[in-house]
């Protein structure tokens, strides 16, 4: 069974700091995406990477899929208030079934 | 372009009762996923659907069925309602079946099993 972990669980920090989450796996996938998540709603894609190493920048938000597509980080520079909410990653097998394997969250707050 | 659209937004059943959720996927889009997300956690890959026929399932029960139409709206049915089916369904549609395929998400319906 394929598994994708997300550290950390739960994020609170003050704006202006800088973060990274990290989304690891035992298995290689495909492509992988990031999503953000806000109470009441469905996700929403922020990035999607396919190539071993991909960097993917987001204004302040830089995405990069590990060199043997097993793992995956976001870093958030300068946090701000918006940036609130929950980020799940999200695998697709190279099986080509193109289903997704989700993370398990990270949850972020922003404080003022 | 009208985005991914589900229906009802709130339902509230009793354990073994039956349950129908529905899906209009974005225009153009052939290929509905589902999801079940629990509270606190990322969303459970359900089955997948593509030019009407399943195409792909986790690891749910034959009690969770689906069905697609022509025009590629889906349906997900649950029998035997269990307590801990109470999650939030969403439903998920891509257009480009591809590794840069992308999926965009409904804002889910949210179900509780009291």
């Known amino acids: 069974t394929q598994l994708l972990e997300q550290s950390p669980q739960f994020l609170s920090i003050q704006e202006g700091e800088n973060l990274t989450v990290y989304c690891n796996s035992s298995?290689?996938?495909?492509?992988l995406q990031w999503y953000r998540q806000e109470p009441g709603e469905g996700p929403v894609l922020l990035v999607t990477?396919?190539?071993?190493?991909e960097v993917k920048k987001l204004k302040r938000l830089t995405f990069q899929f590990g060199d043997a597509r097993k793992d995956s980080s976001l870093h958030i520079t300068a946090a701000q208030p918006g940036d609130t909410g929950l980020y799940l990653c999200a695998g697709s097998p190279p099986s080509g079934t193109y289903k997704y394997i989700f993370g398990t969250g990270t949850r972020l707050k922003v404080l003022a | 372009e009208t985005g991914v659209t589900q229906s009802p937004t709130h339902l509230i059943k009793t354990r073994g009762q039956q349950v129908t959720l529905r899906c209009s996927s974005q225009?153009?889009?052939?290929?509905v996923s589902w999801y079940q997300q629990a509270l606190g956690q990322g969303p459970q890959f359900i089955f997948q659907?593509?030019?009407?026929?399943?195409?792909g399932r986790g690891n749910f029960p034959p009690r969770f069925s689906g069905l697609q139409f022509p025009n590629y709206s889906s349906e997900l049915n649950v029998n035997a309602l269990e307590l801990d089916d109470s999650a939030l369904y969403l439903c998920?549609?891509?257009?480009?079946?591809?590794?840069?395929?992308?999926?965009?998400f409904g804002p889910g319906t949210r179900l509780t099993v009291l």
């Open positions: 298995s290689v996938f495909s492509s």
């Open positions: 990477v396919v190539t071993g190493g």
């Open positions: 659907y593509y030019r009407e026929e399943e195409n």
């Open positions: 225009s153009g889009h052939n290929t």
């Open positions: 998920a549609s891509t257009g480009i079946r591809g590794p840069r395929d992308e999926q965009f």
